[in-house]
């Protein structure tokens, strides 16, 4: 079996920018259709309709609608999507400098690996 060490010494800032934006593309088209499920599961149960009622004895409106959960959803999705987004790339800035000093990550492959 012959084996082959390799050496990452470097992660370009592009691929790294170009990558995290289409997974968490995907994660947050994930994310809101969990919330969606998740949201029509629970209403299924009747658990917004009791809430609400909890928060009308209370002396407020309904307010948790699905168009509420939903906007607040998409805002944590979207913020988290750009914050891994922009990331990435100084992930990969960073990664390149430790290189410098410390040498990079070392991956062995087998002869079924490449």
Known sequence: MHIQEVTVTRVSPLSAFRTALALSLAALAAW?????LLYYGLEQ?????????????????????FGTVLSVASLLGAVTAIAVTILAPLTAVIYNGMVELFGGVVVTLTEGDY
């Open 45 to 65: 149960f009747g658990f917004w309709a009791k809430l609400n009622s909890i928060v009308t004895g209370v002396g407020g409106s309904d307010v948790i609608t």
């Open 32 to 36: 809101i259709l969990c919330v969606t």
